[in-house]
């Protein structure tokens, strides 16, 4: 199960939160799909 700081942010030692405001629009309704990104790795 994921878990959720008070800001709403999914928690682990393995994700970096990274906050963007030039990027948001509004505020989301439903999720459909949450989509990982990872650069830097030494393999695909």
């Known amino acids: 199960m994921l878990k959720k ?4 942010w999914i ?3 393995k994700i ?3 906050h963007k405001p030039r ?3 509004s505020p ?3 999720v459909a799909a949450i ?3 990872r ?3 030494s393999n695909a």
Do not use: M, N, P
């Open 5 to 8: 700081d008070k800001d709403g």
């Open 11 to 13: 928690t682990s030692l």
């Open 16 to 18: 970096h939160k990274e």
């Open 23 to 25: 990027i948001e629009k």
């Open 28 to 30: 989301i309704g439903i």
């Open 35 to 37: 989509v990982l990104h």
């Open 39 to 41: 650069t830097g790795s």
